[in-house]
């Protein structure tokens, strides 16, 4: 018995050395793919992040070129048309695509987390071979639709009903802000089967997209991340057959709650793309711009700003990978997720924040970039879980380990 | 004939970083500064690696001359589509003097023992622009070249190259074995995809020093001094032909 407890204790000591030494040296192929990643962002995305945003466009050719890549599946079996990577590598493309455009980056991580995961997770052979394999390769995206109007965080009152009718499912509700939904070809939707089972009476179907009863509204006029759709998803009377619900009956608050976990990472990514294209900013200004006789990079109020910068920045960017880590080694990572995603979508308003503060005028005019990493930083704390419910998420671990 | 090209692949500088002399005006600094593939060797990697998906050639050999850090270019070129390397270690002092002609003479040694049909180089690096390890690889195998390729295709066993010249384009037919330089519009390098970088990892590298190949890589040049180029000064508006002509005769120009 004690044996068998060594063992097993020297066996997470192994995975846990890997992810440390991970932590402090990407391996070799991270690396690659971090810099294949960069120089996609630094050429293809950079150049036009401003013009996406204004023209709230679609990067329809950016998406395909992805796909293209792997990154619109990175960690879907070679078998099935993705790439096979683990999530240490999404986080890290998630991270690049995002510095160069962070709308480019949401697209592509509803795509990965939302819409492919739980089908990874929860689908039968079937079902990842039609709705997963057309979905790797850029021509089609997904979507995830759990949010309604009348509930985001309180995600178990969904009022999006299911009822069975012969060989089909009848879906009628409504869902609310779903990224993607004007240029999907399938989307995730969560309606509840059973009422009186409540959160447990909740199941997941999958939904071809177009398709008769479903209808989007019409798309939102954001803040930020204006290049992403994101619009209602109307079900009247919409029927599916019967082998379109994904995973058992009532398992959906459960797959939904799965998914985000992993979502959060994809986000908390996306969050420290943005803050360390904000960063980039701020110091390059810095050194350039010249008041008071020198740089103002000289100045230690703009020197302070900076290493809060990174500071904030660097750790969440710790945190992000260390969720990834666990992730990967199988280990349990809905706490470590949450503090990413907290930790990095406070980083970004943060730095943009700050990097609009460095560049003072400059910072408040579309000629630079900080404005529009300031609109995009922002929806960072509010999409795939508030950062109200990351904090919760946050202290229900912490207080179950001390149960 | 094997079917098999050899690219020859250089870590440079990064073409975005700014470069800095040190201060004792020996050297540029390369410590901590990022590096990549010569963007005109990662057109030469992407031509063979296209011909290799056309099935004109069957196998794509890469090379790269330098310490450990040239096996990063290699990867890259792996994970590219290429098929095994070849790193030529090559350290310190040894590396700080590596130029076209012992570069060159690595190539031909690697051609004739990997049996090449066609070796393909960038036109020049973005490091020393020499322009001169195509040319002189091509003279000590006795091959024919196809510098400045702005489009190559395989006709039999000759090679059409159209070629980037000063007064516009000029074809040429050559025989193979050949060597060929890549010029900026042959072809536009692909992104390695997520896969290739996972299979490259299980590609082989070998690893060899010149002497294995029976290179002498003595280097016959001395770098006495590097200097950054004179900051360039405020010019100066002139109203007339005649005052501008006056100027130059003052400054010496004419």
Known sequence: MAALFKARKALGLCLSCRSFSALAELPETHQLLRQTCRDFADRELTPIAGKLDKEHAFPKKQIQDLGAMGVMAIEVPEELGGAGMDYLAYSLAMEEISRGCASTGVVVSVNNSLYIGPILKNGTEEQKQQWITPFTTGEKVGCFGLSEPGNGSDAGAASTVAQQDGEDWVLNGTKAWITNSWDASATIVFATTDKKLKHKGISAFLIPMPHPGLSLGKKEDKLGIKASSTANIIMEDCRIPLGNMLGPRGAGFKIAMQTLDSGRIGIAAQALGIAQASLDCAADYALKRVAFGAPIGKLQAIQFKLADMGVALESARLLTWKAALLRDSKQPFTKEAAMAKLAASEAATFCAHQAIQVLGGMGYVTDMPAERHYRDARITEIYEGTSEIQRLVIAGQILKEYQ | ?254
């Open chain 2, 1 to 254: 004939m094997s079917g098999r090209v050899l690219v020859g692949v250089k870590r440079v500088i990064d073409y975005a970083v700014k470069i800095r002399v040190k201060p004792d005006n020996s050297c540029v600094v390369t410590d901590g500064v990022k590096h990549s593939m010569n963007p005109f060797c990662e057109i030469a990697v992407e031509e063979a690696v296209k011909m290799k998906e056309k099935k004109l050639i069957k196998e794509v050999v890469v090379v790269s001359c330098g310490p450990q850090q040239a096996m990063e270019t290699i990867r890259t070129a792996l994970a590219m589509g290429a098929d095994r390397g070849i790193h030529v270690e090559v350290t310190g002092k040894d590396y700080e003097n590596l130029g076209p002609l012992q570069v060159s003479k690595i190539m031909a040694a690697l051609a004739k023992k990997e049996d090449a049909l066609l070796v393909i180089l960038g036109k020049q690096a973005i490091d020393d622009d020499c322009n001169q390890t195509g040319q002189m690889t091509a003279a000590l195998l006795d091959w024919p070249q196809g510098t400045f390729a702005s489009e190559l295709s395989m006709e039999g066993d000759k090679i059409k190259v159209v070629r980037e010249i000063d007064g516009g384009l000029e074809t040429v037919k050559i025989n193979t074995p050949a060597v060929i330089t890549a010029d900026l519009r042959l072809n536009t390098p692909r992104y390695a995809t997520l896969p290739n970088i996972m299979k490259a990892k299980k590609k082989k590298i070998a690893n060899v020093k010149p002497a294995d190949l029976g290179v002498d890589i003595t280097s016959r040049l001395e770098v006495l001094r590097v200097d950054e180029p004179p900051q360039r000064e405020a010019g100066v508006k002139v109203e007339t032909v005649d005052d501008l002509l006056a100027r130059l005769k003052e400054a010496g120009r004419i």
